[in-house]
């Protein structure tokens, strides 16, 4: 007993009933596994989004590179369409300067003949002579440059006129020469020029508002609105309503051709003024009366028609029917030599010139030989 009259106590340590005691030491071990564990799952969890991320990165630089190289090709393809073009007109360029060429040169011979037409020989008949030797040439000249028979057909009716007005019996067999190529160039087929380059002229008017194939959509069919059965149920009413719906949604359509090409805006417009070129093509073809040039020019307009515009168009299917039309037309004939009427009238006028020496040479002699006295008289 101590001073204060109390007895000491002795203090006894909680026993826990639910069984051994765990040391300290080996609850920080659990716990420093627990925490190893966690660490290396959110390591291996930031490594899988790290390469998660990594190959969407990937896969991304992928596509965006394909996007790339498709958008070149399809720039290559612009500027080689462009190309094409540009060479297209530089041909018609170069085509159209032949012809104001060859105009030029016909403008230079009008010219040419109405200034021969002044300084012609001193009587009538000499000049009607030189005028139906010119008119002869040029109707030959028309037949072999231009292939224009019926310019030449009206510069020989013309010139056998201008025979008949004279009225001499030793211009018979000249006539028969021209009347002979005359009927000769009347059996020869008709080809209307004119009015072939104003339907090609109608048909260009025409390419840009024709639809191109890529912009038809299909067209639906209208449900068909039945009568609804008085004694009809609610059941009923539902499952026609869903059969109406289902069939809206499935639609079957026949396409008449095996792919449609799409095609971007610019290559559009490029498709279409490639159709023009081609058209304006045909018409010089047809002016030069090149008939290989022109039917393959319409042939490529009308494969172009068929490929990239709405051939259920009734629009397109009239420019393909016109098209089609003016293909089988000829614009290129064999036309005949007429060159017996042309060495007819020169041999004609020389034969006269001639004649008219002679006898002037004839004439001469006779005056010189006249006696001295028979002037004084």
């Known amino acids: ?22 040391p300290p030491a080996a609850r920080r071990g659990v716990l420093g596994v627990v925490a ?30 394909r996007r790339l190289s498709e958008m070149e090709a399809q720039n290559r393809e612009a500027r080689v369409i462009a190309a094409q073009a540009q060479d297209e007109v530089r041909d018609v360029q170069v085509k159209a300067g032949v012809l104001e060429d060859k105009l030029a040169r016909s403008q230079n011979q009008q010219v040419a003949l109405e200034a021969l037409y002044q300084e012609l020989s001193r009587n009538r008949d000499d000049w009607s002579l030189a005028e139906i030797e010119q008119i002869v040439l040029i109707a030959s000249q028309q037949l072999q440059l231009a ?27 000249l006539r028969k020469v021209i009347a002979k190529d005359i009927e000769r160039l009347k059996a020869l087929p008709y080809v209307d020029t004119v009015g072939i380059s104003v339907k090609l002229d109608t048909i260009l008017a025409q390419v840009d508002g024709l639809p191109l194939a890529m912009e038809v959509r299909p067209t639906g069919e209208k449900a068909t609105t039945s009568e609804v059965p008085v ?33 971007a805006p610019e290559q559009a417009y490029f498709v279409r003024e490639n159709l023009k070129l ?3 093509s045909a018409r010089i073809a047809l002016l030069q009366r090149d008939q290989a040039t022109y039917r393959a020019d319409i042939k490529a307009a009308r494969d172009w028609l068929n490929r990239y515009f709405d051939t259920r ?21 064999d036309v005949p030599d007429i060159s017996d009427s042309v060495e007819a009238v020169r041999n004609y006028k020389l ?16 005056t010189k030989t006249l006696p001295r006295g028979s002037r004084g008289r």
């Open 278 to 280: 081609r058209l304006l």
């Open 351 to 366: 034969a006269r010139d001639e004649t008219t020496r002679e006898a002037a040479d004839t004439a001469a002699p006779v």
């Open 313 to 333: 168009s009734k629009a397109v299917t009239n420019v393909l029917a016109s098209l089609r039309e003016l293909g089988e037309s000829p614009v290129n004939i």
């Open 36 to 65: 190893l564990g966690l660490s290396v799952l959110a390591l291996v969890l930031l490594a899988w989004q790290w390469l998660d991320a990594r190959s969407e990165r990937q896969s991304l630089r992928q596509e965006l590179a």
């Open 231 to 263: 004694d009809e149920t609610a059941w009923q009413r539902v499952m026609r309503e869903a059969w109406t719906d289902f069939k809206q949604m499935v639609r079957v359509q026949r396409l008449d051709k095996s792919e449609m090409p799409l095609l």
């Open 147 to 173: 292939n224009d028979v019926r310019s030449a057909l009206i510069a020989l009716q013309t010139a056998d006129s201008r025979l008949q007005r004279i009225d001499k019996p030793q211009l018979i067999p």
């Open 1 to 22: 007993m101590d001073d204060s009259g109390q007895q000491p106590t002795t203090s006894v340590a909680p026993v826990d009933s639910t069984g051994p005691r765990v």
